[in-house]
Every structure is written in C-alpha cells, then in structure tokens.
C-alpha cells in the first residue's frame, strides 16, 4: 500500500531533473525537498528526517554516495535509491552495500521508478512495523507459496478464498510454468481438508497400460505381475483433495473411467467386483483450451462440465510483469539460502532487462534463470551482467531480425517504445557485430556521437 505521506528529498545537480522529479512525486501525494548537490543535501539531512532519499550519482562536488552515506547515518532504517545515466557494476555494488534499496538507471521510467519507490517504502514500513504486521503483510504478497500483488493475482486469491471451503470441483487453467499446481495446493491448505491428503496426479506422465492401475489401485492376480492388492492413489487421497494435473492429456477410454469416479465418487480397482466409494475434491489442470479439445473430439463434453464447474484462469508472467520484482526477489532469496550465499539483491538494471524479456516459460523460465545467476554470481547483487541470459538476450535479436513491422498495427494499440527499443539494439547490436567490437567504429557506422553509442549501449543493456 503506498504511503502518500512518506518525506522525499531528492538529489541531482540538473535543475529540469528536480523539476521532474518534484512535479511527479508532488502528484503521487508525497512531501518533496530539493537539493542541487551534495553539500546542499548535507545540510537539508541534518535539518530534518526523510522516508527516503533519492539521489543522482554525479553531483559535482560530492558524490551520491557521500550522500547515501551521511543520509543513513542520520535516517537509519530510511530508503535510499541512486539514480544515474552513467552505471557500472562497481559503483552499484557499492551503493546497494552501502545500504541502498536500488540503483536506476536513467532515462528511467516514470511507473517503475514511482514502483520502486514504492517497494522502498514498503520495506521502510516492514521495518518499523511490529511483527504481526510484518506477518500480514507477507501472507498478502504470498498466499501460500503463491507470490505477487497484482490485480490479476489478487483475483485469483479471493477466489481461492471462495471456493476452498465447498466440495466443487476446480479447473485450473493457463500456460504451462504459470503456477497451477500451486494454485490448487492453496485451495486444498485453504480448505477444512488441509490436514488431509493432497494427491497430485500427473496425467501426461503416466503409461496408458498403467494408468486405470495407478488411479484406481488393483487386485492380486488382475493382471502379469499383480501380485499383491495394490491401493490407488484416488482411495490414498480419501478425505483430502485429488489433483489431476494436465487432465488433457487422459485418453478417451481413462475419460469414461474417470467421469464415474468423478460424479459418483466411487470407482472399481483392476480386477475388482466391488466398488470403492471415497470422499476427495477434484481440482484439476490443464494448458490445453478443453473447450476446443471438446469440439475436436479429443476430450468429453459430460466429463468437462463435471470438472470445470469453477475456471481459474492463471496468466502468464508477461501479463502480470507488476509481480516481476517481487517474484525475482523470492527466487533470489531462496537459492541464496539453498546454496549458502549472499546474493541479496537485484538493481533496477537488471529488472529492467527481466521487464524486456517475454519469458515463454513463464515463471518456472523465471526461476531457473535465477538459480543460475545465483549459482554464477561473484557479487552480492545481481546486476546484468550477472545474469546468466545469454541465450535470452540471443532470443531477443533473432526476434528482431525476424519481425516484420506493420504500420496497420497503430488501429489496434501498440507498444512504440518498446518496439522503437528492439529496432535500436538490433542496430547497435549489429554494429559491434560488424566493426569486431570497435565502439568508435560501430558509432560512425551508425551516424551517432562515441558518447551517445556508449549512453545507448548502457541504456539498452547491448553486448556482444
């Protein structure tokens, strides 16, 4: 939640830098002071108490982390975020062990830099509140292991909310890597079943011939190496919740089957005469569009009506990029822990790169990148450099190379800087390409100033 009456002082020797920043902030419902350097901001900390500092960098005649330093030795448990158009891995490391929240980069964004505003102020706030607070603070970010705060994802909690305490049966819909299996593990722990069993079935991963074996158990002797009764995993999940993931994937034949057992709740195990009647809730998954395997023949019309008597539909990561940061620090600080190392932090450098990033694999894609960068980090904060994207970075200028551009596109809404962004790292990618990696080279290639490649390298996160 932000809060509208947090203190900023704002740092930066350019006047129209200050006036930006003081207009935006002033409109977010923020109190601003300004200073034009270094020594000016000294005196203005000295004189009061601030939420939290924003300063540039380069000032003239102190450095922002002079600042940086003086303003935490006066505001302690404040946040501090440095802005600058000149980055380096050494700088940012410093300042972010200093005790900044952030390094940005500019040009900057206005929504991500008021965004990381916010997330500093945030934590000022997780810091002075009690520890019960603390607590509802992160079961509202996390429900469950389930992280983010974005419209979308809220939806989705307060339907977990809704359906959890009924018998109804549940289809989880969306990409694959998006989180589903997650999904219905919070509607099972948010259930009065939660201290029973929670059954995952994977649909796609188990042999046909094996199949009617594996859900509904069997009998010694029903068939070549039965030799001894065997329990399903539908009787193991008595009382508790039965999680039928990928259900697509079920043949026509394992359809029927399952359908009874479905809508009766009683099923017969191979080679059995008697029925076997169990309590369970069904919550099923799937990245397929069932409604179209229905029209094809692929899946049953009665059997899809039985399971999707509630959709919950999961987006994928590129539709919900709000959570990004926070998913990224979940990630960060698990394989941090895992793997005994201090890698804490990630700059607004390398989100911003993540933020350009459409991940196809969504946030199991997410994920393994950073487990990697972890594992392959030699700092304490992951800054691009750091991450290890190297086949990403080369997904992004293939796709460049290979769009085709339309102008028609502008009547159904477009992404212009976004699309203006892809055209010039194609170009500056292709220029260090072609001169071997001269930058003065790749500059007049390009028409452009030495000092306006490099900003534009920098900007754009381009390497060769």
Known sequence: MKDSSAKLLVVDDELSMRELLEYMLTREGYTVSLAENGKAALKTIKKEPFDLLLSDIKLGDLTGLDVLRAFKAKN???????????????????????????????????????????????????????????????????????VGDSPRMLHIYEMIRQVASTRTSVLITGESGTGKELIARAIHEQSDRADKPF?????????????????????????????????????????????????????????????????????????????????????????????????????????????????????????RKQDLRRLTQFFLEKYSREMGKEVTKISSYAIDLLNKYSFPGNIRELENLIERSVALSSTNILLPDSLAMSIHKQRWIEGVKNRRFDIDEVAHGVALDSILAEIERAYLKKSLEVTDGNKHKASELLGISFRSFRYRLDKLNVSL
């Not at 952030?102 to 206005?110: I, T």
């Not at 193991?236 to 029927?256: C, H, K, R, S, Y």
């Not at 395997?293 to 590129?318: A, M, S, T, W």
């Open 76 to 146: 302690p448990h404040a946040g501090v975020i440095m802005i600058s158009a000149y980055a380096s891995t050494q700088t940012a490391v410093e300042a972010m062990n200093e005790g900044a929240f952030d390094y940005v980069p500019k040009p900057f964004d206005n929504e991500e830099l008021k965004q990381t505003i916010q997330m500093a102020l945030e934590r000022v706030h997780a810091q002075t509140e009690s520890p019960e607070s603390d607590l509802r603070d992160e079961q509202q970010l996390h429900f469950g292991r389930i």
């Open 199 to 319: 059954i995952t079935i994977n649909c796609g991963g188990i042999p046909e011939s094996l199949m009617e074996s594996e859900f509904f158990g069997h009998k010694k002797g029903a068939f070549t190496g039965a030799n001894e009764d065997k329990k399903g995993l539908f009787e193991a999940g008595n009382g508790g919740t039965v999680f039928l993931d990928e259900v697509g994937e079920l043949n026509i034949p394992m359809q029927v089957k399952l359908l009874r057992a479905v809508q009766e709740r009683v099923f017969k195990p191979v080679g059995g005469t008697s029925d076997i009647e169990v309590d369970v809730r069904f919550v099923s998954a799937t990245n397929k569009k069932l409604e179209d395997e229905v029209i094809e023949g692929n899946f049953r019309e009665d059997l899809f009506y039985r399971l999707n008597v509630i959709e919950v539909k999961v987006p994928p990561l590129r539709e």
